[in-house]
């Protein structure tokens, strides 16, 4: 069975995400402060986590930060109305997805499956091996190297860059790339897919404010060098 860990203050919605993800047949786990989701995160290594970002003590951006240090584990953030930056600024953080208060449970739960959907093991043991330029992008070992350097990205990151990678220079809209990753039709879907972009440059490109793989298309989309 798999394990989520909830990490969210408001015990009332705590209590309601929780029903809906045991009903949903996974194993939850509830921490109400960034500290306890730490500790939680390290003990008993869930699968994805819920991650609120209003939290009291060390706040959900800081737990993002802490949990992308040590590991990929998929993260959907709960996010207020009107915290765009956060979300924008969580994204960039490698968080996965996120959805916003208040939200059905029934759609969280959705979202949950589709992101382990997109970071499941099984699902990239499918896909083959890219390369193009001198980037190479093997699904099965989840590993990207650029010129024999190894650039180190979230689930969520690897499957966008595979997808543009895969047919070089063709260009994507913003909907087609979140289609690629398996995302949902979301509230400002292109920056959250402008934020991924932006971490995938930064960690691929040797000089991400003129990237050299990833390429911008005006009032389009993004693209994949093939020259
Ligand atoms: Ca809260």
């Not at 394990?3 to 939850?28: H, N, P, Q, S, W």
């Not at 490109?205 to 020259?227: S, W």
Request: hydrophobic share 40%; charged share 30%.
């Amino acid at each position: 069975m798999r394990t989520v860990l909830v990490v969210e203050d408001e015990m009332k919605i705590a209590r309601v995400v929780r029903d809906y993800l045991t009903d949903a047949g996974f194993d939850v786990i509830v921490a109400s402060n960034g500290e306890a989701a730490l500790a939680s995160a390290r003990g008993s290594r869930p699968d994805l986590v819920v991650l609120d970002l209003g939290l009291p003590g060390i706040d959900g951006l800081d737990v993002a930060r802490e949990l992308r240090g040590s590991s990929h584990v998929p993260i959907v953030m709960l996010t207020a109305r009107g915290e765009e930056t956060d979300r924008i600024v969580g994204l960039e953080l490698g968080a996965d997805d996120y959805v916003v208060k208040p939200f059905s449970p029934k759609e969280l739960v959705a979202r949950v499956r589709a992101v382990l959907r997109r970071t499941s093991t099984a699902e990239m043991l499918r896909e083959q091996p890219v390369r193009v330029a001198d980037v190479e992008i093997d699904p099965q070992r989840m590993r990207v190297t650029a010129s024999g350097r190894p650039v180190e990205l979230t689930p969520t990151e690897f499957q966008l860059l595979a997808a543009l990678a895969r047919e070089p220079g063709r260009v994507f809209t913003r909907g087609q790339l979140l289609d690629a990753i398996h995302g949902m039709a979301i509230e400002s879907y292109e920056r959250a897919i402008d934020a991924h972009v932006k971490n995938i440059r930064k960690k691929l490109e040797p000089e991400p404010g003129k990237p050299r793989y990833v390429l911008t298309v005006h009032g389009v989309g993004y693209r994949f060098a093939d020259a």
